[in-house]
């Protein structure tokens, strides 16, 4: 489903590497939302600081700051806001550390799409 222009959701994507970041939006777009994409975890910060997103994409491992200490920072100003993390190792350690720092949930890469839209439409109450 497209949604229609005025109801667009705003997601924030903070991922470091460009193939990703180019895949991802491709399909956040194609399925009508606005995507804002960063490339670390500072970025993703300022970026919720000047923005109104409805959503956050956080990969986990980044260079500089990474996605844990990122969202953090973002939970001490917007607790309400999801975040769904996004990482290439899925093993049960960063799960639980993506969690303990405040994600809202835990999604491998390479991902499926049916998983990260039934996440995001879970959390955007679609």
Request: charge should be negative; aromatic fraction near 6%.
């Amino acid at each position: 489903m497209i949604l229609d222009r005025e109801d667009k959701k705003r997601i924030l994507v903070a991922e470091d590497e460009f193939l990703s970041q180019k895949l991802i939006e491709a399909d956040l777009k194609s399925k009508g939302y606005n995507c804002t994409v960063v490339n670390n975890g500072e970025k993703a910060v300022e970026a919720m600081d000047s923005g109104n997103f409805d959503l956050v994409i956080m990969d986990i491992s980044m260079p500089g700051m990474d996605g844990l200490e990122a969202t953090r920072k973002i939970r001490v100003g917007k607790k309400d806001i999801p975040i769904l993390a996004l990482s290439a190792f899925p093993e049960d350690d960063y799960k639980q550390q993506s969690l303990n720092a405040g994600m809202n949930e835990f999604i491998n890469k390479p991902y499926q799409r049916e998983d990260l839209f039934g996440k995001i439409k879970k959390h955007l109450n679609e």
